[in-house]
């Protein structure tokens, strides 16, 4: 079993930033892929970005490349989401997952999410 925890979610004016956090506990890290997802009001969850277990590759939605990054620190059994330039239709709930693979990780395991509010 692993359970992730979000953090670092809040108000911001759009344009600004804002680090997401996700940490990890149970089971080893490092060997899960991560993974960042959001939901806004009445939206389905959409994905953000993914990273692999070394944080050797990533993976963006085409609508936050270049403005979002990704990276993990095992060490810290931590997975970041940096978001620059918010938008107010980024406005969600963003949720961390995990899985043992890329394409596992949506029925892996959830965090409970953290709301971001962009305000325009």
């Known amino acids: 079993q692993v359970q992730l925890v979000e953090s670092g979610g809040g108000l911001v004016q759009a344009g600004g930033s804002l680090r997401l956090s996700c940490t990890a506990s149970?089971?080893?890290?490092?060997?899960?892929?991560m993974a960042w997802f959001r939901q806004g009001s009445g939206k389905e969850r959409e994905f953000v970005a993914a990273i692999s277990w070394s944080g050797g590759r990533t993976y963006y939605a085409d609508s936050v490349k270049g403005r979002f990054t990704i990276s993990r620190d095992n060490a810290k059994n931590t997975v970041y989401l940096q978001m620059n330039s918010l938008q107010p239709e980024e406005t969600a709930v963003y949720y961390c997952?995990?899985?043992?693979?890329?394409?596992?990780?949506?029925?892996?395991?959830w965090g409970q999410g953290t709301q971001v509010t962009v305000s325009s």
């Open positions: 997952a995990g899985g043992s693979t890329m394409t596992t990780i949506a029925k892996g395991y």
């Open positions: 149970g089971r080893t890290f490092s060997n899960y892929y």
